[in-house]
């Protein structure tokens, strides 16, 4: 497990401003599909009994329904799981020193990346369509002058905010490390 | 014919799947999540639910009679009256 206190490669006075996550509402349209997922074969055998009555009393019927429902809903609660992880793993950490970018996708593929806030060139928060206004989630663009060209944000809660932050971050960290942003600032 | 005997083979090797996924959500949890309570409690009710459908699934299978064959046209084949004709 990682702790804030204690980053990888952890800077003297280094301070954990924000730990973002994406939006409560991709755990909440994930529990909905989740539910509906679970309910779908409740139905189909109601529908079933009703529609063939004698069906599901054969021997045979009820083996294939108990391996088929027994296999169906391992599989949805894996899927369940296997994709809150990907949401709860998906992090963006904001330092007084750095952005930390750690994305999960899928079961093998895991990407950690940082951003020295002197790279920082533009901070841009875009919140798009009327449920995203209406919630106050959107995507955060932060973009660099180092190898990595782009952090993005996704979706996560009051990105307007999180801009201000990070601008401001940026701003005191031209004060402490002048060096760093050359002889211009 | 084909005998249901072949429906537990393929419910089996699903649970080796199953097994295998578990493994590999739980390790991820615990070695990058963020430490606290919450990873901890996720992590434990995930294996309860998960641990409970497999009890679940392997008690209903345990009551299914595996001799049983499955006869897609739904009589016997009588082969030797064809050449009657």
């Known amino acids: ?185 | 014919m084909i005998p249901i005997s072949i429906l537990l083979v393929i419910f089996l090797a699903f649970i080796g799947l199953v097994v295998l996924f578990t493994f590999f959500n739980v390790y991820h949890i615990l070695r990058f999540g963020k430490a606290g309570l919450f990873t901890l409690g996720i992590t434990a009710i995930y294996l309860v639910v998960i641990g409970a459908l497999l009890m679940w699934s392997l008690y209903n299978i345990l009551t299914i009679d595996w001799t049983l064959t499955i006869n897609l046209f739904g009589f016997e084949p009588n082969i030797t009256n064809i050449y009657r004709y």
Do not use: C
Not at chain 1, 41 to 55: K, V
């Open chain 1, 1 to 185: 497990m990682f702790h804030l206190q204690h980053l990888p490669n952890h800077r003297p006075g280094e301070k954990t401003v924000l730990f973002l996550r994406r939006h409560w509402i991709a755990v909440f349209r994930l529990v909905g599909f989740t539910a509906i997922a679970a309910i779908a074969p409740i139905g189909l055998l109601w529908l079933l009994s009703e529609l063939f009555p004698t069906l599901l009393v054969v021997p045979t019927s009820n083996a294939i329904a108990t391996v088929f429902i027994s296999i169906y809903y391992l599989a949805v609660v894996t899927f369940f799981f296997q994709e809150f992880i990907d949401y709860y793993l998906d992090t963006w950490v904001v330092t007084t020193e750095r952005i930390i970018n750690i994305e999960q996708h899928g079961l093998f593929h895991r990407v950690a990346s940082e951003m020295h806030l002197a790279m920082v060139q533009d901070v841009t928060a875009t919140v798009r369509g009327a449920l995203r206004t209406f919630l106050d989630y959107g995507d955060v663009h932060i973009h660099s002058a180092g190898p990595i060209q782009q952090f993005r944000f996704r979706d996560i809660a009051n990105p307007e905010r999180v801009r201000q932050v990070v601008q401001q971050l940026t701003e005191d960290d031209k004060h402490r490390h002048p060096s760093a942003y050359g002889p211009n600032h």
